[in-house]
């Protein structure tokens, strides 16, 4: 792994009653891919959304949450998720 050009994410849902992700923190390097699950459960159509919160990574970081803290911005990404009925 190299730490000096290593960053993070947190994956943040609007609704963790429905959604399952998988993994929600993770350590990853630039140009690595890494899938991220996500599962919705049965229930009534709805708009919602996923929030993918990116920081970097020092050599000190060993876990990816202990990054996120509450209440300190960091740069995001907000993907829609719109379900309807069929």
């Not at 960053?7 to 993770?26: G, I, L, Q, W």
């Not at 991220?36 to 970081?61: E, L």
Request: aromatic fraction near 8%.
């Amino acid at each position: 792994m190299s730490v000096a050009l290593l960053s993070e994410f947190e994956v943040k849902c609007s609704d963790n009653n429905v959604y399952r992700v998988n993994p929600v923190f993770a350590f990853i390097e630039p140009g690595q891919y890494i899938n991220v699950d996500i599962i919705r459960d049965v229930g009534k159509p709805k708009i919602d959304k996923m929030v993918f919160v990116t920081a970097k990574a020092t050599a000190d970081d060993l876990m990816p949450k202990a990054v996120f803290k509450p209440g300190v911005n960091k740069p995001s990404l907000v993907l829609p998720l719109i379900v309807t009925a069929v």
